[in-house]
Structures are given as C-alpha cells and as structure tokens.
C-alpha cells in the first residue's frame, strides 16, 4: 500500500484516573519520540490526569464524563483529522505499553492500515489462562479468518492506525468496552482494510487500577464473542478517498 514519505504521527493516550503514572509515560514519550504529537484525553477522570497532562505541555481533550476506551478514542481520531495528523498510535496511560515499539508499528503502517502490538506472538512473557484466554481464542481465530492473516491478540489496546484507518475511525468507531479493539477490527476488515499485528512486551501497570477487574473482564470478553457475531451482521462501511460512507 503506497504511503507518503513522510507522516505526522500522534500518540493518542485514553486516560482515566491516571495522574501518578502519567508523569512516567509522557517523559518516556518525550525521550523515545521526539519528532510525533501527543494527545490525552481525560475521559471523565475524577483526580488531576488533566492537569498533570498540562503541566507536561500535552494537550488535553477532557470529555465530560467517562465514555470508556472506545469514546475516548473516537474524539482521539477527530482532533487527529483536524489537525491534520496522518497516523494515530493508542498508547495505554498506565506505562504497560512501550513506547519505543512506537516506531515499528509506524514502519508497519506502510505495508497495512492497522498494525496491533500483540502480546502473544513470541515477544515477553505475558499470559492469560482459563476462560479469559479461551474467549481471546475464539475472537483471534474468527479475526485472523477475515484478515487472511494470522492474529493472536485481538483485544489489545496498543495498536496504530494509518491514514484510511484514521478517516474510518474519527466517524465510526464503537464506544463500548472492547468494542473499540473487538468490534473496530471487524468493521476495518468489512470497510476492505488491512489488519497486521507485531510482537510486543507488555508491561505491569505503573500506578493506580484498571478499569476492569478479572472476573468482569472475563464477562465482558465472552460478551464480545457474543458482539463479534451481531457485528458481523451490521452494514459494511465503505472507505473513499476522504471520507467514511456507510453502504
């Protein structure tokens, strides 16, 4: 797929209630990529993400209340639209994601419109059992079938967006939970994207908790199997030369 030579990159970071591990995530940022944007949007947080994101010189977009991953990122790709970005990397706030694996899912994006930081092809020594494990199976194998390539980690967060993928997403892109990884790809792949996925190491969370804990990520994730089917079913979405058309 032809790319321009040059791109302007953004790093996009939902954050919600992450003011003590931001501080560590922007730094690192600003040491292993210099030359590309950043963006937080404070998704509704109840303690000072914003201000610490200001304090560091990032913009912030804060939304009004908590939207969820997937909303945070809709309002992500717009602001990249309008600022004329032609990438969009998702970084997660809590320092589990590396951003010197930035780079090679920008290099990535030459050869694809979306490329997913994969936790599980062969790089780390991260894990997941029991049924949560056996529903990310369930969604990678049906993922990997409509991509024509193989995907292992379907549901994870840390992936880039090019510049098709981009217009699509700053108008179509799913605000419930896992539907911003789950339900995105299936209607990048029905809109005749390409989806790849690179190895990554993922790390543990710098501060505070996650918004799920184990027992309802479990739910959620045998919900998104549930999703993936009534997805497949919605109308496919058509991506022209600067606009996303539902057909």
């Known amino acids: 797929m032809p790319t321009p030579a040059v791109q302007r990159v953004l790093v996009v970071l939902p954050a919600w209630n992450e003011e003590h591990s931001l501080p560590a995530v922007l730094g690192e940022i600003r040491e292993?990529?210099?030359?590309?944007?950043?963006?937080v949007?404070?998704?509704g947080s109840a303690d000072a993400t914003s201000a610490v994101a200001r304090r560091h010189g990032v913009p912030v977009l804060d939304l009004p209340f908590?939207?969820?991953v997937g909303g945070a990122m809709r309002a992500g790709f717009r602001y990249a639209i309008e600022q004329r970005y032609d990438v969009v990397v998702?970084?997660?706030a809590d320092g589990q994601h590396d951003p010197r694996d930035v780079?090679?899912?920008?290099?990535?994006l030459q050869h694809s419109d979306i490329v997913i930081g994969a936790r599980f092809a062969g790089t780390g020594e991260y894990d997941v059992r029991g049924p949560r494990r056996w529903a990310m199976q369930v969604l990678a194998g049906t993922l990997s079938r409509m991509a024509g390539t193989r995907l292992t980690d379907t549901t994870s967060g840390f992936r880039g967006a090019g510049p098709r993928a981009v217009r699509l997403f700053a108008v179509h892109y799913p605000a419930e939970y896992l539907g911003d990884t789950v339900e995105s790809l299936v209607i990048a792949l029905r809109s005749g994207l390409t989806v790849e996925q690179i190895g990554v190491s993922m790390r543990e969370r710098t501060a505070g908790r996650p918004s799920q804990g184990p027992l309802r990520a479990t739910v959620y994730l045998l919900r998104a199997c549930l999703a993936l089917l009534i997805s497949l079913t919605r109308r496919r979405t058509v991506v022209g030369p600067a606009e996303a058309v539902v057909v």
Do not use: K
């Open 32 to 39: 292993h990529l210099p030359d590309v944007g950043v963006l």
């Open 103 to 108: 780079p090679r899912i920008v290099e990535q």
């Open 90 to 92: 998702q970084v997660d």
């Open 41 to 43: 949007v404070n998704d």
């Open 66 to 68: 908590n939207l969820g």
